[in-house]
Structure formats: structure tokens, C-alpha cells
């Protein structure tokens, strides 16, 4: 057997080790994009709980004011007793 037989022989066996490896290297490319989408989102969630918190502390802040102005309201119409 020549040495290109040989180099022609272990191509041919080699070539279904390369087959796999490829498939296995596109697999892994999937599950990176899988992951990189997964971080996106948690990202996002993230995101949103800053926002929701930030506009539950407006919206309490809101409130706080609200009562406070009601409070005073009824206690200079003598409806509310000032607390000593």
C-alpha cells in the first residue's frame, strides 16, 4: 500500500469522526445562542423589576402625599382631632 493509499484510507476513516465533531461543534452553537437569549431575558426581568419597584415606590410616595393632604384637610374642617 502506498502512502497515499494510507493517507486516503485514514481519510475515509476519519471522516465520520469529522462528521460528528462538526455536528457536535453546531450543537454547542445552538446551546451558546440558547444561553446568550436566556441572559437577554433574564436581563430584561431584571429590568422590569427595577422599573416595577421604582414606580411602587412613586406610587407609595403618591399615596403618603394623598393621605397626608386628607389628613390635613380634615383636621383644619375640625373633622380629625390633632393627635398630642
Known amino acids: 500500500m502506498t502512502d497515499n493509499e494510507m493517507l486516503e484510507a485514514m481519510k475515509t476513516l476519519l471522516k465520520p469522526i469529522h462528521i460528528k465533531l462538526e455536528d457536535i461543534d453546531n450543537r454547542i452553537s445552538n446551546m451558546d ?45 375640625g373633622i380629625l382631632p390633632i393627635a398630642k
Open 33 to 77: 445562542n440558547r444561553i446568550s437569549n436566556m441572559d437577554n431575558r433574564i436581563s430584561n426581568v431584571e429590568n422590569e423589576i427595577t422599573n416595577l419597584r421604582y414606580e411602587m415606590k412613586r406610587g407609595f410616595r403618591k399615596t403618603e402625599d394623598e393621605i397626608e393632604t386628607l389628613t390635613e384637610a380634615l383636621r383644619a374642617k
